[in-house]
């Protein structure tokens, strides 16, 4: 069961990256709001 998980939790958290990635960069051309916080979220990752 475990080395049938460990792919499926990999998966998951590219589909995670993506989604994040796919909706951050939508809603940055949209929303200004959302640079700030895209920024403030890489400045709170250093």
Do not use: Y
């Not at 994040?20 to 990752?45: F, W, Y």
């Amino acid at each position: 069961i475990v080395l049938e998980l460990q792919p499926i939790s990999r998966l998951l958290e590219m589909i995670k990256l993506i989604v994040t990635d796919v909706d951050g960069t939508l809603l940055d051309n949209n929303s200004i709001l959302t640079g700030l916080n895209k920024k403030a979220i890489l400045e709170c990752r250093k």
